[in-house]
């Protein structure tokens, strides 16, 4: 190393660079006593203060010792700069002069950079630990993932940021420079993707949130996380194919490459839509259901020979519960291509029928008679219909249909098996020679074919 004279550093040069040493670090330490000063709890103020006054407080003298040390580290960066460049001005050879304040220029913008990313990484992580005690403290729910999952984005978009914006000032050759232009831009795009990663993570943990799986009845929550977990998947794929084609189409060599990509996704895109005509109509027929309406939730129907009440329409399907508790589920384009039976169309009052068949002794009118008693007594008729008819009469019995009326069809079902009921127990206990003799017929058969 050369001397102070042979460079040419005299007794001025290096008493001026010691001053600025000196006031370097008096800088930092009224920085230090600053912050210590905002900091402290006021005299007499123990006690005093408002819970939110207290906890800003506290949060304020967290993020202010959180900065000093990076904000030290920049100020002894440009004291060490200023006064390192002072003395290679004063170096007698020039070639090595220039080098030297080469360097030292490109070393001040790397460590500024790193300073300000070291600023920025502890600021993001004090305003990361503050909204997730601000989400603690919230009665909402909805804040306990979005307010977390923002701090997160915030710790790591702030030193990122910092990279992005400050790498440019940077003094580097040409070659060099493109490669930095090249790796800000990718910082760039994975910032951006990042951030749209985080909002879609927030969205569907928000829409979750409500809905838990360990409950009991979750049939529910089941539906919904299905939902929401295969659209997250869906999204989440699409933002990784475009981020990677975006990062792909910086550089020029393999930019062709990544417009590729995009290309596919669009031509992809296409072929979806051309495979997926069944389900566009399928969307188109639940539309039309929702217009026209021939079922409604509810509603009582029977298809395929199933009675049900109508639990749940969507778009492509529809979910009727059986009487037994069992739960059909029929495509929607069913209600319009294939015929049904609607119990409730227009009204929920229906009638229902119950069919005997006896001798050809039996007299009609005393069965019409204790129709009218068994349906003057029930609680399910509603007093509109009550007839009784012989509707076939074949070598054998006579088959005869009692009419009743109900209100809707569960008061229906229930009033048939109660006048079917008494009615066999009437001619049972009256008219026991009237009850069919198909079988006594077969039998006296078969003990003449034995005998």
Same mark, same amino acid.
Not at 154 to 160: A, F, N, Y
Not at 281 to 288: H, K, M, N, R, S
Not at 306 to 317: C, F
Not at 360 to 365: K, L, Q, R, S
């Given at each position: 190393?050369?001397?102070?004279?042979?460079? /040419?550093? #005299?007794?001025?040069?290096?008493?001026?660079?010691?001053?600025?040493?000196?006031?370097?670090?008096?800088?930092?330490?009224?920085?230090?006593?600053?912050?210590?000063?905002? *900091?402290?709890?006021?005299?007499?103020?123990?006690?005093?203060?408002?819970?939110?006054?207290?906890?800003?407080?506290?949060?304020?003298?967290? /993020?202010?010792?959180?900065?000093?040390?990076?904000?030290?580290?920049?100020?002894?960066?440009?004291?060490?700069?200023?006064?390192?460049?002072?003395?290679?001005?004063?170096?007698?050879?020039?070639?090595?002069?220039?080098?030297?304040?080469?360097?030292?220029?490109?070393?001040?913008?790397?460590?500024?950079?790193?300073?300000?990313?070291?600023?920025?990484?502890?600021?993001?992580?004090?305003?990361?630990?503050?909204? =997730?005690?601000?989400?603690?403290?919230?009665? *909402?729910?909805? #804040?306990?993932?979005?307010?977390?999952?923002?701090?997160?984005?915030?710790?790591?978009?702030?030193?990122?940021?910092?990279?992005?914006?400050?790498?440019?000032?940077?003094?580097?050759?040409?070659?060099?420079?493109?490669?930095?232009?090249?790796? *800000?831009?990718?910082?760039?795009?994975?910032?951006?993707?990042?951030?749209?990663?985080?909002?879609?993570?927030?969205?569907?943990?928000?829409?979750?949130?409500?809905?838990?799986?360990?409950?009991?009845?979750?049939?529910?929550?089941?539906?919904?996380?299905?939902?929401?977990?295969?659209?997250?998947?869906?999204?989440?794929?699409?933002?990784?194919?475009?981020?990677?084609?975006?990062?792909?189409?910086?550089?020029?060599?393999?930019?062709?490459?990544?417009?590729?990509?995009?290309?596919?996704?669009?031509?992809? /895109?296409?072929?979806?839509?051309?495979?997926?005509?069944?389900?566009?109509?399928?969307?188109?027929?639940?539309?039309?259901?929702?217009?026209?309406?021939?079922?409604?939730?509810?509603?009582?129907?029977?298809?395929?020979?199933?009675?049900?009440?109508?639990?749940?329409?969507?778009?492509?399907?529809?979910?009727?519960?059986?009487?037994?508790?069992?739960?059909?589920?029929?495509? =929607?384009?069913?209600?319009?291509?294939?015929?049904?039976?609607?119990?409730?169309?227009? *009204?929920?009052? =229906?009638?229902?029928?119950?069919?005997?068949?006896?001798?050809?002794?039996?007299?009609?009118?005393?069965?019409?008679?204790?129709?009218?008693?068994?349906?003057?007594?029930?609680?399910?008729?509603?007093?509109?219909?009550?007839?009784?008819?012989?509707? #076939?009469?074949?070598?054998?019995?006579?088959?005869?249909?009692?009419?009743?009326?109900?209100?809707?069809?569960?008061?229906?079902?229930?009033?048939?098996?109660?006048?079917?009921?008494?009615?066999?127990?009437?001619?049972?206990?009256?008219?026991?020679?009237?009850?069919?003799?198909?079988?006594?017929?077969?039998?006296?058969?078969?003990?003449?074919?034995?005998?």
């Amino acid at each position: 190393m050369p001397t102070a004279p042979r460079a /040419g550093w #005299d007794v001025p040069t290096i008493l001026v660079a010691a001053a600025m040493l000196v006031l370097i670090a008096i800088a930092h330490l009224i920085l230090r006593w600053w912050i210590r000063r905002q *900091t402290a709890e006021p005299s007499g103020a123990t006690g005093t203060a408002w819970p939110a006054e207290s906890r800003m407080r506290r949060w304020l003298t967290r /993020g202010l010792n959180e900065m000093l040390p990076p904000l030290a580290m920049l100020i002894w960066i440009h004291g060490i700069s200023s006064t390192v460049g002072l003395l290679l001005g004063r170096i007698s050879s020039q070639p090595l002069a220039d080098q030297a304040c080469a360097a030292l220029r490109w070393g001040y913008g790397v460590s500024v950079v790193l300073g300000i990313f070291w600023l920025l990484m502890r600021l993001g992580r004090i305003l990361e630990s503050f909204l =997730i005690s601000l989400a603690a403290r919230a009665e *909402t729910t909805w #804040d306990d993932v979005v307010l977390p999952l923002a701090g997160k984005a915030i710790r790591w978009t702030l030193p990122l940021l910092a990279l992005i914006l400050s790498a440019p000032a940077l003094s580097v050759s040409p070659a060099l420079a493109e490669v930095m232009g090249n790796a *800000t831009s990718l910082l760039l795009i994975g910032v951006v993707a990042f951030v749209l990663f985080q909002v879609v993570e927030a969205a569907s943990a928000v829409a979750l949130k409500p809905h838990r799986l360990d409950v009991s009845d979750n049939l529910r929550a089941r539906a919904i996380q299905t939902q929401v977990i295969v659209l997250k998947k869906v999204v989440v794929t699409g933002l990784g194919v475009f981020t990677l084609a975006s990062m792909l189409m910086v550089f020029d060599s393999v930019r062709q490459f990544g417009a590729s990509i995009l290309a596919s996704a669009g031509i992809a /895109g296409m072929v979806v839509g051309f495979a997926a005509q069944r389900s566009i109509a399928t969307l188109l027929a639940g539309l039309q259901v929702a217009l026209t309406q021939p079922i409604r939730m509810d509603d009582v129907i029977i298809v395929d020979g199933e009675w049900g009440r109508v639990e749940d329409i969507t778009l492509t399907y529809v979910v009727m519960r059986i009487w037994d508790q069992r739960a059909l589920i029929v495509p =929607i384009t069913h209600f319009i291509e294939r015929p049904f039976q609607n119990w409730t169309r227009a *009204t929920a009052e =229906i009638i229902g029928t119950v069919f005997l068949h006896v001798d050809y002794t039996v007299p009609i009118e005393p069965l019409r008679r204790e129709l009218t008693r068994i349906l003057t007594a029930s609680r399910h008729w509603d007093g509109r219909v009550n007839a009784l008819q012989v509707t #076939d009469a074949n070598e054998q019995t006579l088959e005869l249909r009692a009419l009743a009326s109900a209100a809707n069809a569960s008061e229906a079902w229930d009033l048939r098996c109660e006048v079917r009921e008494q009615l066999v127990a009437f001619v049972q206990h009256h008219y026991p020679d009237s009850l069919p003799r198909l079988r006594a017929s077969f039998g006296m058969q078969a003990s003449e074919v034995a005998a």
